[in-house]
Nanobody, 118 residues
């Protein structure tokens, strides 16, 4: 599975950005798609995931501000990020989990930088 993320950039605090990720390759193997992020000097952390059936899961700090969506027909996911804060600054990674995997993510895309200025 290959993942291509896009949509990062620079935005002021309170603004919005929309990230997209397109999957290719063995699409049928994908159960869960999601976003993680890693800020400088920090560990990678969950942002949000979504199952093939459309059930989302969010990290607590993102609830109410971020919305993940999935288009199975196009093999894409999107992350709408609103009310952005400087602490949301990080490299955002798209990732997927295969059917048969029960934890963690199996494939990762190259990250896309999100920078929120105060």
């Amino acid at each position: 599975v290959q993942l291509q993320a896009s949509g990062g950039g620079l935005v002021q605090a309170g603004g919005s950005l929309r990230l997209s990720c397109a999957a290719s390759g063995n699409i049928a193997s994908i159960k869960v798609m999601g976003w993680y992020r890693q800020a400088p000097g920090e560990q990678r952390e969950l942002v949000a995931t979504i199952t093939s059936g459309g059930s989302p899961t969010y990290a607590d700090s993102m609830k109410g501000r971020f919305t993940i969506s999935r288009d199975n027909a196009k093999n894409t996911i999107s992350l709408q990020m609103d009310s952005l804060k400087p602490e949301d600054t990080a490299v955002y990674y798209c990732a997927v989990r295969r059917w048969g995997s029960f934890s963690g993510m199996d494939y990762w895309g190259k990250g896309t930088q999100v920078t929120v200025s105060s």
